[in-house]
């Protein structure tokens, strides 16, 4: 059974930094593109970050640009999200999701993922 979960999230202040992970388990991504999405309190589910298969190409959504990187550890099969300088705004349920293709680039599109995690809080206070 393939797994997705996230870890790292919390309650954090205005400027402050987290890191999340998503570790996956059942099958390796390494070959794959991941991806990670978030979805604010009453707002619809948003592009964040996403690594293409090989990890040397990332693309960021336009809010978040600056802030949040992604990386990829291969020999984990784990995806990470750094972000730092966190805005209110930045509070939402984190997901990360995985391609099931090979040598795929990252997408913006949710539709382009075939498996997705359960999802990490992330509350920033102020």
């Known amino acids: 059974q393939v797994r997705l979960v996230e870890s790292g999230g919390g309650l954090v202040p205005a400027g402050g930094s987290l890191r999340l992970s998503c570790a996956a388990s059942?099958?390796?991504?390494?070959?794959?593109?991941m991806a990670w999405f978030r979805q604010g309190p009453g707002k619809e589910r948003e592009f964040v970050a996403s690594i293409n298969w090989s990890g040397d190409d990332t693309t960021y959504a336009d809010a978040i640009k600056g802030r949040f990187s992604i990386s990829r550890d291969k020999s984990k099969n784990t995806l990470y999200l750094q972000m730092s300088s966190l805005q209110l705004e930045d509070t939402a349920l984190y997901y990360c999701?995985?391609?099931?293709?090979?040598?795929?680039?990252?997408?913006?599109?949710?539709?382009?993922?075939?498996?997705w995690g359960q999802g990490t809080q992330i509350t920033v206070s102020s």
């Open positions: 059942g099958r390796t991504f390494s070959g794959s593109a």
């Open positions: 999701a995985a391609d099931s293709r090979l040598f795929t680039a990252g997408s913006s599109l949710a539709r382009s993922y075939d498996y």
